[in-house]
């Protein structure tokens, strides 16, 4: 598994500081990205309170409460930076659930880009090239797992 850099975990930590204490607005700007990027994922949203639009989506109760979990697993993440590893077995399990939910791998790739478009926004000047880079190595860490996870379920039904 790769290995984040002392100073990768330094920008992570000192930049989550202040966005993990209001992780749903943060989250919304993240999820309002992806819809921009793959309308698409809207769909995939099936709850009581129906994502028909991207508006709609973004005020369902439900549907916050996914930007939450999201931002949780961040958050997680975040917390665990000297031992990602550990998170392999609850990451795995979590990338089987979006196979099973129909979420493609290659969503997971424009969640990263909307991560980034939401660390800029709301970063601003604090924004800088090794910032984008540690945040893209976290990112890329966490999906990998997700992706095998994903993978396995895949092969599961297929027998
Ligand atoms: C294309 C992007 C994504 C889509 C369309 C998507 C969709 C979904 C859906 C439909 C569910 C089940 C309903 C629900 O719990 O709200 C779900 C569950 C969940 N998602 Fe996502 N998701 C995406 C990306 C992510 C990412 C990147 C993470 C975390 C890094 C994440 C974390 C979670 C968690 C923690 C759950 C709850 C799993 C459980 O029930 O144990 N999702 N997702």
């Known amino acids: 598994m790769e290995k984040l850099s002392e100073k990768d975990k330094e920008l992570i930590r000192s930049s989550w500081e ?3 204490k209001n992780k749903v607005p ?5 999820f309002s990205r992806l819809f921009d990027l793959d309308p ?12 028909g639009s991207k508006q709609d989506c973004l005020s369902s109760p439900e549907f916050l409460e996914h930007v939450t979990k999201v931002m949780l697993v961040f ?5 665990h930076l000297d031992d990602l590893h550990t998170l392999d077995d609850f990451l795995l399990n979590l990338g089987r659930k979006h196979q099973a939910v129909g979420v493609n791998t290659q969503s997971f790739a424009v969640v990263g880009e909307s ?3 939401m660390l800029q926004s709301s970063l601003g000047q604090a924004y800088t090239a090794p910032l984008r880079q540690a945040w893209l190595n976290m990112y890329t860490i966490v999906v990998a797992a997700m992706s095998q996870g994903w993978a396995k379920n895949g092969e599961d039904k297929a027998d």
Not at 26 to 30: A, E, K, L, P, S
Not at 40 to 49: D, E, G, I, P
Not at 75 to 79: C, G, H, L, N
Request: overall charge negative.
């Open 75 to 79: 958050d997680v993440a975040v917390s």
């Open 40 to 51: 698409a994922l809207l769909s995939l949203f099936q709850y009581n309170t129906s994502c």
């Open 115 to 117: 991560l980034l478009y």
């Open 26 to 30: 943060h989250g919304v700007v993240m």
């Open 18 to 20: 202040s966005l993990g």
